[in-house]
């Protein structure tokens, strides 16, 4: 069964420090990935999405990810965070289903408190 | 463009009741789904509807749990009767495309319904 892995459940930072949220998923087929956000009190959001092409995605809010399909891993990353990106931030696949459609498979989150 | 709306935004209510949620999607969407999370765990998958037609619904819990989708509009899911573990967010989501060609699709999500079983 497909699944989504995310390493870090919380992760706490300054202002300006750089940011790399990891993840991992389990499907051998062709897969698209995506990493949603929620801040506080909204709504899930898109952050960015991987389709094909150039493996690195470039989103939101200065937000990229990496595609790395050798090791299964599409890593979030900051450069200099900002006290406005503390959220919740979910890493996503969507799997092709036999019926034509697919389905999205989300990771357990992880939590990024930005201290200003 | 209104997005995808969740009535109601919180319900409590006792062991062995019932609790019907429901779902508006953004107009046009084809793809309804809805998902739940437990307690700070992953957003988990519980079904999909393609217009009126269930396409996947795998990720049910058991046979308290049953969601419909008349008309290939608005979306409901009803539990009953509920128990404790039933307690979470549950989410629902649409996208537009239905077929395989729109699997990069991005869901658009409601801001869910928080179920409290007490």
């Known amino acids: 069964a497909q699944s989504v892995s995310q390493h870090n459940h919380h992760v706490i930072l300054s202002e300006a420090a750089s940011l790399e949220l990891g993840c991992n998923y389990s499907y051998g087929g062709t897969v698209n990935l995506f990493w949603y956000v929620q801040y506080p009190g909204q709504h899930l959001q898109l952050l960015l999405k991987?389709?094909?092409?150039?493996?690195l995605v470039k989103g939101i809010k200065g937000f990229e990810a990496e595609f790395i399909k050798s090791k299964f891993s599409f890593n979030l990353r900051k450069p200099s965070v900002q006290w406005s990106d503390t959220a919740e931030y979910f890493c996503?696949?969507?799997?092709?289903?036999?019926?034509?459609?697919?389905?999205?498979?989300f990771g357990a989150g992880t939590r990024l408190f930005v201290k200003a | 463009e209104a997005g995808v709306t969740q009535f109601p935004s919180h319900s409590v209510i006792e062991k062995g009741q019932t609790v019907t949620l429901r779902c508006d999607p953004i107009?046009?969407?084809?793809?309804l789904y809805w998902y739940r999370r437990v307690m700070g765990k992953e957003i988990k998958f519980l079904l999909h509807?393609?217009?009126?037609?269930?396409?996947?619904e795998s990720g049910m819990p058991n046979n308290r749990f049953l969601a419909e989708r008349t008309g290939g509009t608005y979306s409901t899911l009803k539990v009953q009767p509920a128990e404790l573990e039933d307690s979470g967010v549950y989410f629902c989501a649409s996208s537009q495309e239905a077929t395989l060609v729109g699997s990069n699709e991005k869901l658009f999500f409601g801001s869910g319904t928080q179920l409290s079983v007490l």
């Open positions: 509807f393609v217009k009126e037609s269930k396409q996947d």
């Open positions: 107009s046009g969407h084809d793809n």
């Open positions: 991987y389709f094909s092409g150039d493996p």
């Open positions: 996503a696949v969507n799997a092709p289903l036999n019926t034509g459609g697919f389905k999205t498979i």
